[in-house]
C-alpha cells in the first residue's frame, strides 16, 4: 500500500511547483558569500570567541537555533539499502544520529546552565532528511523531514508524451492498425506460398486429377 501510494502523483501540486520555479526565474542568483563576510575562530582572538560562544548559548536558550541534518547515511542512491541510522561500527556501538543527539544534548545542558534560572529551557529541534521517516521515528523522537518525488517538467513533456504514446502504439492500438497490417502479411504469404505449388493445368481442365498428383507429390 505505501509503494502504491508513492508512485501517485499530486498533478496541481506539481503544476504550482513549476509556475512558482518559472517566476522566480526573474529574480537575481544566489551569490557566494564574500571572504569579507565569513570569520575564522583561528584568526580571532580569545575574547571574540568567548563573545561568540555565549551568543550562541544565549540564541540556544532563547529557541534561536535547530539543527538539520541532511547526510549520514550509506549512500542510498548509491544503491544501500540501510537506513541512515545505522551501526558504523564504533566500538561503542554508536549510530550516526545517536552521536549527533548526544551533542545536541551537551549544547542544550550548557545553554541552560549559562541562562538565568526564571527563563524556561527550550529544546533545541533536531530535523533530519530522509526518504523514510519510520527508520527515523523508532529508535529516536526527533523532527522527520521527508524527501518527496515528483516527475521532472520540461518543456518537452507534451512531444515526450506523444513519442511515449507513439512507442506504446503496438499495445493500445492492437485492435487496429497493427492487427490489419499483420492480418494482410500473413494473407499475402499464404497466397504466394499456394500460388507456387498451384497446378499449371488448373485453368484450362476441370480435371484435378493432375494438380492432385502434383501437390500430392
Known amino acids: ?8 502523483v499530486d498533478l496541481p501540486r506539481v503544476s504550482r511547483i513549476v509556475r512558482q520555479s518559472l517566476r522566480n526565474q526573474d529574480k537575481p542568483a544566489l ?5 569579507v563576510e ?14 561568540w560562544w555565549g551568543l550562541g548559548l544565549r540564541t540556544i ?9 541532511l547526510s ?18 564504533l566500538p561503542s556501538g554508536k549510530s550516526w544520529f545517536q552521536l549527533q543527539a548526544e551533542r545536541i544534548l551537551r549544547v542544550q545542558k550548557l545553554s541552560s546552565q549559562s541562562t538565568p534560572n526564571e527563563l524556561p529551557v527550550l529544546k533545541v ?26 516527475p521532472t517538467a520540461t518543456i518537452l513533456g507534451v512531444a515526450s508524451f506523444f513519442m511515449f504514446m507513439f512507442a506504446l502504439w503496438p499495445i493500445w492500438g492492437f485492435f487496429t492498425l497493427p492487427l490489419m497490417v499483420t492480418l494482410l502479411m500473413a494473407f499475402i504469404e499464404r ?16 480435371d484435378k486429377g493432375a494438380c492432385q498428383d502434383i501437390m500430392g507429390h
Not at 500500500?1 to 501517485?8: F, I, T
Not at 551569490?31 to 571572504?35: H, T
Not at 549520514?72 to 561500527?89: A, V, Y
Open 31 to 35: 551569490q557566494p558569500i564574500s571572504d
Open 125 to 150: 529541534f533536531f530535523s533530519v532528511l530522509t526518504s523514510d521517516p519510520r527508520v527515523i521515528r523508532r529508535p529516536f523522537r526527533v523532527g522527520v523531514l521527508c524527501i518527496g518525488a515528483i
Open 38 to 51: 565569513v570569520a575564522k575562530l583561528e584568526t580571532r582572538t580569545q575574547e571574540e570567541r568567548g563573545r
Open 61 to 69: 536558550s532563547e529557541g534561536k537555533q535547530a539543527v538539520l541534518l
Open 1 to 8: 500500500m505505501d509503494k502504491a501510494r508513492s508512485m501517485l
Open 191 to 206: 497466397w504466394i506460398y499456394l500460388y507456387s505449388y498451384r497446378c499449371p493445368d488448373f485453368r484450362k481442365s476441370p
Open 72 to 89: 549520514g547515511g550509506q549512500g542510498t542512491r548509491l544503491g544501500s539499502k540501510e537506513p541512515k541510522d545505522f551501526n558504523i561500527g
